[in-house]
Every structure is written in C-alpha cells, then in structure tokens.
C-alpha cells in the first residue's frame, strides 16, 4: 500500500502544554496509534524557517508511523512555534531542558524508551543531548546538519542577503553580527532574534563529536535524484566507522522540502523510517 492511502487518520491526537520556562508551556503534540503500540519517538524540528518548512512532511510522516503502530510526540521547543516565549528567549541549553521534559513524559506515558528522530539542526541539538545526559537511545536523523558553524555561517547570510549587499559589504555585515553576538548582544536576522546564547551552542556543536553509543544512528538523506551521498556525508560515515559508532546510511529521492519556496514533500521518506523503527532503527 503506498504512502498517500496509509496516512490517514487512524489515530488519535492530544495537543497540550508540558511546563516549561515561559507560558502557557511547552507545546506538545501526540499522535496515539489505535493499534497494538510498537513503540514511541520524539521529534525534535529543524532550525528557525526549516523547522515551518519541514511541518508539512513531519506530520504526513507523524500520522504514518502512528497508523503503523507507532506513537509520537512532536516537540516545538521554547520560543518556537506554539510553545511559550519568543525566539529571543531559546537558548541552545534551555531547548536541551525541553527534551528532558519530553523524554521523561513520552517515556513515562508509554512505559517504553522513546527513538529520538529529529532533523537538520536539530540532530545536532539531540547529539548534544544524548552526550551531555549520557543517555543512549536509537535515533533517527533525516538530512542532518553536520557542522553547527557552518549552518550558523548559512542562517547569519541571510542579514545581509536580505539586505541585498554585495560581497564586500555582505562580508562586513557578517563581520559585525558575530561581532555583536560574541559580545553579548542579540541579533536580527530574516525575522528572528538570535541570542548570543543559542547561537554559541549551534556553532559549538558538530555531529564529528557524536557520543559513544550502543544504540544504532539512522541517518535517511533526500538527494534531488538518484545517486550516492555527498563527500560530507561519506566522509562523516568514514569517521564514524572509525569510531565504532553503529549507524546506517540510506537515501531517498525528493525535494528540499525544508527549503524549497513552496511546501513540498518526499513521499518516500517515511516509507523508509517506519522500515528504520520496525527494524529497531538502523536495519534498512
């Protein structure tokens, strides 16, 4: 059966508010399979515009994975979407905070160890958690972010992208903003706040500093078309292999949907999840 007849609404969902650091609380939304429970994961979204991007295929792949006995919970952290405060107010540490309380509530609701599936930034946000908590638990990372400081370098590219510069000013711009952010001061960029304090935690982290972990990493990459993952990525897997982490590597065909200018989906991406989750995460 493929994937636009199976994601239906064969599950019950409960919106609500853990407590958290600004009100009404942290938002949580759980989607209950009305079947026999597999198991649970916990969504932990992208950065900034690519977690609105991404919403659409996160949930198509939420309702998928509960209409084939899995739970799951879908996180905003503090200052994002429907969660309390602003963007102002998320701090790389504060949003490792937020994980806790989910993991503990997902974990105590369902009696079972949550898989942490996360996506972009955010696998770097669950690395750095699961190494800072020492806990090992399967994870499941769709299009990870490799390096924190370049994706940081990427986000404050938009301030002078939108401000239509040109290389020389654009580089000076730059030059200012991190300079602002290294002494403390917030910044503006493309419609969010960014706080010294998130953006020291993003550009800290790196997933070449992944913990040691029993548990099996899933990584599914989107590529444009068919083909084999790029020399980032195979040079990620090659340190890993050396390190011993135990992971698996897989691709699908589709769209950047967590950048593309209109919504826009990869089918195939939670056809391949839900194989990574029944196989423990990791047996593709």
């Known amino acids: 059966m493929c994937f636009r007849q199976i994601a239906v609404t064969t599950q019950s969902r409960e919106a ?3 407590p958290g650091p600004f009100d009404p609380g942290r938002f949580c939304l759980l989607q209950i399979p009305s079947e026999a429970l597999k198991g649970c994961v916990l969504f932990v979204p992208a950065f900034a515009e690519e977690m609105n ?10 309702d998928y994975f509960a209409a084939n006995g899995w739970a799951s919970m879908l996180l905003d952290p503090s200052g994002c979407g429907d969660s309390g405060g602003d963007f102002s107010d998320a701090e790389w540490l504060g949003w490792q905070d937020d994980i806790d309380a989910a993991y503990t509530w997902l974990s105590e609701r369902f009696g079972v160890t949550p898989v942490l599936w996360s996506m972009r930034a955010g696998c770097l946000l669950v690395t750095d958690w699961l190494r800072s908590r020492q806990i090992d638990v399967p994870t499941l990372f769709w299009q990870p972010v490799i390096h924190g400081k370049q994706h940081l370098t ?3 590219f938009l301030k002078a992208a939108g401000e239509m510069l040109g290389d020389s000013d654009g580089r000076a711009v730059m030059a200012r903003t991190r300079q602002d952010l ?7 960029i493309a419609g969010y706040t960014l706080s010294p304090y998130l953006a020291e935690g993003l550009e800290a982290a790196s997933l070449e500093a992944f913990p040691s972990l029993k548990s099996t990493t899933t990584v599914i990459e989107v590529l444009a078309s068919e083909g084999v993952s790029g020399p980032n990525s195979i040079a990620l897997q090659q340190k890993w292999s050396a390190m011993s982490i135990p992971y698996a590597w897989a691709t699908v065909t589709g ?21 990574a989750l029944n196989g423990g995460v990791g047996e593709l």
């Open 182 to 188: 290294a002494s403390g001061c917030s910044v503006e």
């Open 53 to 62: 991007k991404s919403r659409r295929m996160v949930a198509l792949a939420a």
């Open 255 to 275: 769209p950047a949907f967590w950048r593309t200018q209109e919504i826009s989906v990869a089918l195939s991406l939670p056809v391949v999840s839900l194989d």
């Open 154 to 156: 990427q986000f404050l």
């Open 16 to 18: 609500f508010f853990l």
